[in-house]
Structures are given as C-alpha cells and as structure tokens.
C-alpha cells in the first residue's frame, strides 16, 4: 500500500523537495532566484491539478514565499522558496 507521501511523490510534480513532517502532513518547495512571474499561488495551483490528475485527495494547510539571500550551495529550505503545506484529506 502506498503512503500518502508516495502518492504525493508520484504525481509529476515540479518540486524540488517533497518532505514529510512529524505531524504526517507534507512540506512542498520549489526554489528561485528569479520568480520571471511565478507565484506562490500558480505553485498551488500547479500542485492541485498534478494531485487532481493523479486522483491524490488532499487539503491545503499553508503555503506561501520566503525570501532569503542567496548562498551559493545551500538547501532548498534555507535559500528562497514557494512553500505548500499538504495533509490527507
């Protein structure tokens, strides 16, 4: 049986990390250095319709921006990131 993180995993979403919490929801991040208009919101619209498409039911939690200054070969966590926060629905 498949864990909600491996369905997450599997729908072709562009994330450049995909990580579980304590809690057992799901932390998505996608990095920049330029956003060349992206958002937040076209991140979580793009994660929705991947789990649409791919039959994963899940609610939104959080999401939103960071900014930090750029440090050449650090995380994706601690360098600027879009951010959604997903749990089974």
């Keep these: 049986m498949t864990t909600f993180i491996g369905h997450v995993r599997k729908a072709d979403i562009r994330a450049d990390s995909i990580s579980k919490r304590k809690d057992g929801t799901v932390v998505l991040r996608r990095e920049f250095f330029y956003t060349n208009g992206f958002t937040a919101d076209k991140f979580v ?8 498409n791919y039959g ?8 939103g921006e960071i900014w930090k ?7 994706t966590a601690n360098s600027s990131h879009w951010f959604v926060v997903l749990a089974e629905k």
């Excluded at 994963?56 to 999401?63: E, G, L």
């Design 45 to 52: 619209d793009h994660i929705m319709s991947k789990l649409i």
């Design 69 to 75: 200054p750029f440090r050449g070969g650090s995380t």
């Design 56 to 63: 994963v039911s899940a609610r939104i939690v959080d999401s």
